[in-house]
């Protein structure tokens, strides 16, 4: 069983960092912030999901992405989307410090499957309308919460802190799915890099476009915030003049040593799509 | 029921061809016209998970997915079947990179104006946590997929059973335009196991079938809209169905685009009172779908 953890203020603290706003809105739940602010010569929108212990579905108060968490993601995203319709598509900047998605019965039944999936629904849609679409790793990204906030980007961009990580299941959970030891886990990440957490590991797999160095994630100063914007600018630039899909990710000197199988399979694949 | 009706009843049931108990392959041929399935990176082309063997397990020469093309009433089709009995339908890096980049490839025929229909036959338990962040890293690559494909070809998914659809793969589930279950299949984010480990047994028993089966089992999904078809487990009923939902064409507005229907019905939810399976049927009764 999970024990009470102390809740992550990452989210809400690069929220800040960034717009000098809470990003509370009316209607939303709390731990769905939302704040327009300049970015460069043109607004942008930073949306982040932080904790909040008195969140009314109990499962969802430690910073996961539950059922409503999820929904009001994809209402605020495609909020953006139809506010950009005759316009400027502006940039979506995706906060990301999520523990997990909400682990219920009553999540299960109300559809936090679904709730998760209109999220990504959301961020893709906003993508492939033009949005730059940036997820800013800031804490954990954590499986399912990853997937439905931040993982849909155009690119993803991570503070290099402890802190900052990237699984498809939390340590304890994964150890015990897997009949190992947290310890063994730890040393089996070090020799294979998808098993590893932390984000100097996730790093090696190409999937990211910048690792952000030197900064401090949990007390930022002007130089620090300075350094993140101007990170943010370039990965909105370079996804302004790149394709609307993913295939970044897999464009990196990275991704061609560690996800070779990946790139090789879409190789052949192409080969073989036609019949001869 | 009468004892005509009985008999024949038990007549049709005794000439039902199970889904279930076919393998991927079988399965994506049954779903295809007759004679015009054909297998995309098959066993000999060898393209196995190169992580596995690094934790001594046998890799399959497939990775656990069987992808083919063909047609399905004369139309250019996909379907992209999972292979349940190997590592749990898990999404490795090769098996999820098989099913991203066959989506990516229809998409391509889509802009092109060649359109190809897409068949997603999902058993899986997610992410395969051998293989970890690559799993999850490909996943996100499906969603995007299905997301982009969606604006021109219904993509359509089935659930049959056994292993059911979860993880990050039930996202991908929940973005398809339409869904066919059977009764055996269940749906949801997290598996009963994992809930019980992280949420503890009195959040729920995972070993009590029925409960499981009365939150996420398919009868309890159509039942209140979550998915669209409801199928006894014959493999030419499905069949059937997948093709009528082609030919019912893009839905008005996918369900997880359903933002305000979705959040109306939560704000109506009291976390604080009890709710199960029947409950939520009254609550959810008759759900709008186009």
Known sequence: MSTQTELSARGITWLRALTAQDGVLQGTPATVRVAEAAL???????????????NRFPRARNGEVGLEEGWALARQVRKIIAAGKDGARRPIIALVDVSSQAYGRREELLGVHLACAAAADAYASARLAGHPV?????????SGAFLAHGYQANRL??????????????????????????????????????MAYDIRAYAKLGLLHQLIEGVDADAPGTADVQRV???LLAAIADTRSGARDLSSRLASPEAHATRAASIEVRRRLAEQWDAA | MSAVAAVREHRQFLGRTSF???????RARAILDAGSFRELLGPFDRLKSPWLPLQGIVAQSDDGVVLARGTLDGRPALVAAIESIYQGGSMGEVSGAKIAGALELALRDCEQGK???????????????????????????????IVALRRHVPVIGVISGMVGCFGGMSLAAALC???????????GMNGPEVIEQEAGIAELDASDRALVWSLIGGEQRYAVGLVDELLEDDAVAIAASVRTAFAQGLPRQERSAQVDLYLERLAAIDPQRPLDGPGLRALWHGAARS
């Not at chain 1, 460069?40 to 008195?54: K, L």
């Not at chain 1, 939390?170 to 799915?177: E, F, M, P, W």
């Not at chain 2, 897409?118 to 338990?125: A, K, R, S």
């Open chain 2, 115 to 145: 359109p190809v229909l897409p068949v997603l036959l999902l058993e899986t338990g997610g992410v395969r946590l051998q293989e970890a962040n690559l799993g999850l890293a490909v996943i996100a690559e499906i969603h995007a997929a």
């Open chain 1, 40 to 54: 460069g010569d043109e607004p942008a929108s930073f949306i982040a999901v932080v904790p909040d212990p008195h």
């Open chain 1, 229 to 231: 914007r101007e990170a």
């Open chain 2, 20 to 26: 279930i108990e076919m393998g991927a392959r079988e």
């Open chain 2, 177 to 187: 335009s339409r869904l066919i279950v059977t009764r055996q299949a269940r749906l």
């Open chain 1, 134 to 142: 940036i997820a800013l790793l800031v804490g954990k990204a954590m």
């Open chain 1, 157 to 194: 961009l991570a503070l290099d802190s402890p802190e900052v990580m990237v699984h498809a299941m939390g340590k304890q959970a994964a150890a015990r799915v897997t009949r190992r030891s947290v310890a063994d886990l730890e040393k089996l990440g070090e020799r294979i890099a998808p």
